[in-house]
């Protein structure tokens, strides 16, 4: 899969007049690469982001999101569309995990399964899909964790819960807000490590917003924001 986002523009009222949010917006995130977007607070990166994972739709532009056979142009999606693409296409790790309270790490896993509308209609679907949540919890180092509820896990490691629950229906994007902004340095950078890792072996386009600028050096692209405006930072990522 390759995201393309088009000369998008977005804009919201303002008053008697129009706040440009998007201006004229355009990038390229191909199967596997980490693309990451810094810029101050306000500057648009939420907005492209939420433009990105069809919970806000542009005033113009394509979103792209492309096969060898096939394209999606995620702008054009009405509501229902888009609920449906976002449940079985595209990974989103908020800032926050915003984790159920009630639910194990595991549970959390085989709930997103069942809202990305695969169901446990069978005994042997059910263990199909505690088999994978359990592998994707190994996969993010929290094997051992499977049983304990948000209370009970570190911040990282509610992190790591969310970014394996954004893995569980196999997306083709994955969206990441801030991923380390909670997290100490040493936490972060183990974030980002495991990111990396799983866009690469999931081979899904990734598009990272961050304010540390410590790991943009790992990144196949980095964009810099302001005022809506995108440009990209040839100066930074392994892609430059």
């Known amino acids: 899969m390759t995201l393309t986002v088009d000369d998008v523009t977005l804009t919201y009222p303002d008053g008697a007049d129009r706040l440009t949010a998007l201006d004229h917006v355009s990038l390229r995130v ?11 607070s306000g500057s648009g990166k939420s907005s492209l982001l939420a433009v990105v994972a069809t919970l806000t739709r542009p005033d113009s532009g394509r979103v792209l999101l492309e096969t060898d056979s096939d394209a999606i142009d995620l702008a054009t999606l009405g509501r229902r569309e888009a609920a ?5 296409s595209i990974g989103i790790v908020f800032q926050q995990a915003n984790l159920v309270p009630a639910l194990t790490a595991l549970e959390q896993l085989e709930m997103m399964h069942h809202l990305g509308g695969q169901g446990f209609t069978t005994p042997a679907r059910r263990r199909e899909t505690r088999a994978k949540a359990r592998e994707l919890l190994d996969a993010v180092g929290l094997a051992q964790q499977a049983a304990k ?3 009970q896990l570190s911040g990282g490691q509610r992190q790591r819960v969310n970014i394996a629950r954004a893995l569980m229906n196999d997306p083709a ?7 380390t902004s909670a997290l100490d340095s040493e936490r972060g950078a183990a974030i980002i490590d495991l990111i990396l890792a799983v866009a690469d ?21 980095v964009y810099h924001m302001t005022d809506g405006a995108l440009t990209r930072d040839r100066t930074a990522g392994v892609a430059a």
């Open 30 to 40: 191909d199967a596997g690469a980490v693309a990451a977007i810094t810029g101050p």
């Open 84 to 88: 449906a693409v976002r449940r079985s």
């Open 149 to 151: 509820r948000p209370a």
């Open 173 to 179: 994007l994955l969206v990441v807000d801030e991923p």
């Open 201 to 221: 072996d999931h081979r899904a386009a990734t598009l990272l917003v961050t304010h540390d600028r410590t790991h943009l050096p790992r990144m196949d692209a």
